[in-house]
């Protein structure tokens, strides 16, 4: 059974630094793990994409994506042997708040986690 655990998330004031942390557990075969990435919802609004690794190919590097709002402050990673996402988030911005998601690609089928939450106060 795939589950996900997010940690991390807290209140924080803006400019300040959060790193969130996904473990991933119940991978059976790595070959069927695709992308994985973090989203937030804020509320009365959807759930959006913050950051995302890709993969291509086993000969190519992961492709790293970020929302636009994000660029040049968040850093999402992995571990090498791929069960744990991470999500630095830096200089943090009151707009950031919100309930944070990790979420993967398992033989092409989404899992997502319980979601932790990051408030940013101005």
């Known amino acids: 059974q795939v589950q996900l655990v997010e940690s991390g998330g807290g209140l924080v004031q803006a400019g300040e630094s959060l790193r969130l942390s996904c473990k991933i557990s119940g991978i059976l075969n790595m070959f069927g793990l695709g992308a994985v990435g973090w989203y937030r919802q804020a509320s009365g609004k959807q759930r959006e994409l913050v950051a995302n690794?890709?993969?291509?190919?086993?000969?190519?590097?992961?492709?790293?994506t970020y929302d636009d709002s994000v660029k040049g402050r968040f850093t999402i990673s992995r571990d090498n042997a791929k069960t744990a996402v991470f999500l630095q988030m830096n200089s943090l911005k009151p707009e950031d708040t919100g309930d944070y998601y990790c979420n993967i690609q398992y033989w092409n089928r989404p899992y997502w986690g319980q979601g932790t939450q990051v408030t940013v106060s101005s």
């Open positions: 690794i890709g993969f291509k190919s086993v000969r190519s590097d992961d492709i790293i």
